[in-house]
């Protein structure tokens, strides 16, 4: 095991430029980075066979340090970016890292049409419950009655799941970690990177300065520790009543199916396009020299 963390170390991190990185001490993105990047080396992947992307905030930051194909793209448009990559290099595995926020705030219609489109990418969610980046603001999983810096007498609007939104919006295959769960963070991402697709990683994540210290949760170790206590595995859950639910996190494979993938039937358009382009100029060709010989 720490064989494997020198070489994940050594082989997929930028030492010479942005080190050391900007993300608070006790912060979850460093555990979702490396899972990631655990996650990458089990698949057998090559380093210039994989792109990430990320839009703004804390979670943006992590295509800096990271020897991939990378790019630092604009708020809530990542995962227009990362289709356009995929379109121009379908061969290419393309990983979108994002915060709950910049993914389902301003970039929630980009969310949802991706899952509908089905397209074979894979969206890393590190959900904190709030912007950490800009100052603590509310996010769309912000939890009823919490305080924020916009909601400083208690937060008056419903979360959603983020897990359950691209369920419903059509994914291909949808998992949710806690980063108190390293080991099994590692194995969804591994399965959503290798699953055809349009891949969803939800990740329960800290942030104890921005949040956590508002709503007297705790530092780093006492929010971590508390995914531990409310975490229930998907098999467990199936099992449990609604009322057994409420406050719980359910973690595990929530979706995994088949369809049609957005990237492959696009390229099936264009190959069929070009037949009927040479078919018609090969017919021109062939009229043009019937005309010449009459």
């Given at each position: 095991m720490l064989e494997r963390a020198e070489i994940v170390r050594k082989e997929y991190l930028r030492h010479d430029k942005k080190f050391p990185h900007v993300w608070c001490p006790g912060c979850g993105n460093g555990i979702v980075m490396g899972a990631l990047l655990r996650a990458i080396h089990r698949s057998g992947l090559e380093k210039d066979d994989v792109v990430l992307a990320s839009g703004i905030g804390c979670s943006g930051r992590m295509p800096t340090y990271v020897d991939f194909n990378t790019i630092h793209t604009t708020h809530g448009r990542a995962l227009t970016f990362s289709t356009g990559i995929k379109l121009a290099k379908p061969e290419l595995t393309v990983l979108t890292v994002m915060g709950d926020g910049d993914a389902t705030a301003i970039g929630g219609n980009h969310f949802i049409h991706a899952a509908r489109r089905n397209l074979d990418m894979t969206a890393i969610i590190i959900n904190n419950s709030t912007y950490g980046m800009t100052g603590g603001q509310y996010s769309p999983t912000t939890p009823f009655g919490s305080k924020s810096t916009t909601s400083v007498y208690g937060h008056v609007e419903h979360a959603f799941s983020i897990a359950e939104l691209a369920v419903t919006a059509g994914a291909s295959f949808v998992a949710r970690s806690t980063v108190y769960h390293a080991t099994h963070l590692e194995d969804m991402i591994r399965l959503a990177i290798a699953k055809k697709g349009f891949s969803v990683m939800e990740v329960i994540s800290n942030c104890h300065v921005?949040?956590?210290?508002?709503?007297?949760?705790?530092?780093?170790?006492?929010?971590?520790?508390?995914?531990?206590?409310?975490?229930?595995?998907?098999?467990?859950?199936?099992?449990?009543?609604?009322?057994?639910?409420?406050?719980?996190?359910?973690?595990?494979?929530?979706?995994?199916?088949?369809?049609?993938?957005?990237?492959?039937?696009?390229?099936?358009?264009?190959?069929?396009?070009?037949?009927?382009?040479?078919?018609?100029?090969?017919?021109?060709?062939?009229?043009?020299?019937?005309r010449y010989e009459e």
């Open positions: 921005q949040h956590g210290r508002r709503n007297k949760l705790g530092g780093a170790v006492e929010m971590i520790k508390g995914f531990k206590e409310r975490a229930v595995r998907v098999e467990k859950a199936e099992k449990m009543s609604a009322e057994e639910l409420v406050d719980k996190i359910t973690i595990g494979v929530l979706a995994d199916v088949e369809k049609p993938i957005s990237t492959e039937q696009y390229q099936r358009v264009i190959n069929e396009a070009k037949k009927k382009a040479e078919k018609i100029a090969k017919e021109k060709e062939k009229n043009g020299i019937k």
